[in-house]
């Protein structure tokens, strides 16, 4: 879903990668059987993005929609948190797309270094590289969305210390 951004097409893709990887079974050498299908996922998503073209890059991922089915005990605190996941997909989106897919892999589906060099087709110091920037562009990227959050706190603190 995070790959392709549409819920329609994420469905298309996972089924066609669920039909190649059947296809290819037999091909399978044993070992990790999550990061083999994994880089399945990930090639008919890359493939699927290439024929659609960089159009369907730009759609956002809504975080509100997909996680359906968690409750929140309040509303204050379902739109804490949900402000909390627009800053964070946002910021998200903002990354390049190899940053973006490294932080994906290891933060979101708890995949190793290795095995997120193996489904990337990267060196492994590429993959710890590219995810130390991710990492660090992710954190700028959140300091630049909040630090309007943090002006507007601020002044509404010293509009109300201000008597009437």
Same mark, same amino acid.
């Given at each position: 879903?995070r ?13 066609? @990668?669920? $039909?190649r *990887?059947i296809? #290819?079974f037999?091909g ?7 990061a083999?299908?994994?880089? &399945? ?25 997909h996680s359906?089915?968690?409750?929140t005990p309040?509303?204050e ?6 402000e ?8 998200? @989106?903002? $990354?390049p *797309?190899?940053? #973006? ?8 589906e708890?995949?190793s270094?290795?095995? &997120?060099?193996?489904i990337?087709?990267?060196?492994l ?22 630090e ?6 601020k ?10």
């Open positions: 879903m790959w392709v951004r549409n819920e329609t097409e994420a469905e298309d893709v996972v089924q066609e @990668a669920y $039909l *990887a296809s #290819r037999a399978f050498q044993g070992g990790d059987g999550r083999w299908l994994l880089t &399945i996922v990930r090639n008919t998503c890359y493939d699927h993005l290439r024929q659609k073209g960089a159009s369907g890059q730009n759609t956002d991922f809504n975080e509100a929609v359906a089915g968690q409750q309040n509303p605190t379902a739109l804490l948190l949900t909390r996941a627009e800053v964070v997909t946002k910021s998200l @989106a903002e $990354l *797309a190899e940053y #973006r897919e490294v932080l994906v892999l290891r933060e979101l708890q995949m270094y290795r095995e &997120i060099a193996k990337a087709g990267i060196p110091g590429t993959a710890m590289s590219r995810l130390s920037r991710a990492r660090q562009q992710l954190r700028q990227t959140l300091v630049d969305f909040m309007p959050m943090r002006v507007d706190l002044d509404s603190g010293n509009a109300s210390a201000i008597p009437a």
